[in-house]
């Protein structure tokens, strides 16, 4: 603090657990549950039987189901980032 600096200039604002409600988790968890749901909603209604079937008969063939695994786990990765 400089001799010229009033005690005010020198007040720091940062968030504390004070500032904070304790409910951030909802937001997080929310962001979270929202696909997982649909997810499991889909799959109850038989979309993942409907989605094999799709990539079965389209261009790729059997040769596509390769590529699931991947799309599924960058969707799994979407959710969780």
């Not at 603090?1 to 968890?29: C, H, K, R, Y």
């Not at 409907?50 to 695994?69: E, R």
């Amino acid at each position: 603090m400089s001799p010229t600096a009033s005690p005010a200039d020198s007040t720091i604002t940062s968030t504390t657990d004070e500032d904070q409600n304790g409910m951030e988790w909802l937001v997080s968890f929310t962001a979270a549950m929202i696909p997982i749901s649909s997810f499991g909603y889909a799959h109850s209604r038989g979309l993942t039987g409907y989605m094999v079937n799709a990539v079965v008969k389209s261009p790729l063939g059997v040769y596509g189901l390769l590529a699931l695994p991947f799309v599924t786990l960058g969707m799994e990765k979407c959710i969780y980032d």
